[in-house]
């Protein structure tokens, strides 16, 4: 078992470094309802699929089953959040997979509709990354949406401070001192020159400062709409 995934079962039994919530990511929602002011239910009805990688307990999978009555796919690296989801998914069009996001996905090409990475692959290295763009591209049907959320390194002073006194082995990466895992942050700059090459990004949105007693303490996200291209 590696690492990372001793860390995420830990987890899941005893929340010791992370709140895990039940409740469905309010970026998500925010995301539905741009989509659904733009494109009615085009992308979000019963004949869509959805594949959250890194679903944990599947509270994002299940508000869109819910909703919109949507298939989805999940992956976890963590068999104890396969065993929550799976547990409150009992209603709904939901599989459930533990296994890494690394590799290829167990999916045909053109497979899905939306793709969900939220917090999940800044855990990949450089190449890893690449490689997981390529196959989310793959698996995306032509005009498909992949929503992305991941750390912002700009303007925060605690990702400034996390990658200068512990750095990793790659540019905007450090090893977290509490946790003991790699990570990845993205400058906005950054993120347009990965994505835009393979998808349209029709938003950004950046997360504000999280001050308390006039100092950081909570990493700042960037959350993107991207399309694959028709």
């Not at 987890?11 to 039940?22: A, C, I, M, Q």
């Not at 190449?127 to 196959?135: I, M, P």
């Amino acid at each position: 078992m590696s690492k990372h995934q001793q860390f995420w079962n830990n987890e899941y039994k005893t929340s010791e470094h992370l709140r895990l919530s039940d409740e469905p990511a309010e970026d998500l929602e925010k995301f539905t309802r741009w989509a659904e002011r733009n494109y009615g239910r085009r992308f979000l009805n019963p004949l869509a699929r959805v594949l959250d990688l890194g679903c944990g307990n599947g509270r994002n999978l299940i508000l869109l089953a819910r909703l919109y009555g949507m298939r989805g796919v999940g992956y976890d690296i963590s068999s104890e959040a396969i065993k929550l989801a799976g547990r409150a998914s009992k209603d709904f069009p939901i599989t459930y997979t533990a296994r890494s996001i690394e590799g290829t996905i167990d999916l045909p090409d053109s497979a899905v509709d939306v793709v969900l990475d939220m917090m999940t692959s800044h855990f990949l290295k450089e190449k890893e990354r690449e490689a997981l763009r390529a196959e989310i591209l793959r698996v995306l049907k032509p005009g498909g949406w992949l929503f992305f959320k991941s750390f912002l390194a700009d303007q925060d002073l605690h990702v400034r401070r996390l990658l200068k006194e512990h750095p990793a082995d790659e540019k905007d990466s450090y090893i977290h001192p509490e946790l003991g895992l790699y990570e990845h942050v993205w400058t906005e700059e950054a993120l347009h020159e990965f994505f835009s090459p393979f998808f349209e990004i029709h938003k950004i949105e950046r997360s504000h400062k999280h001050m308390k007693g006039g100092k950081a303490f909570k990493r700042r996200t960037i959350t993107a709409y991207l399309q694959k291209p028709f």
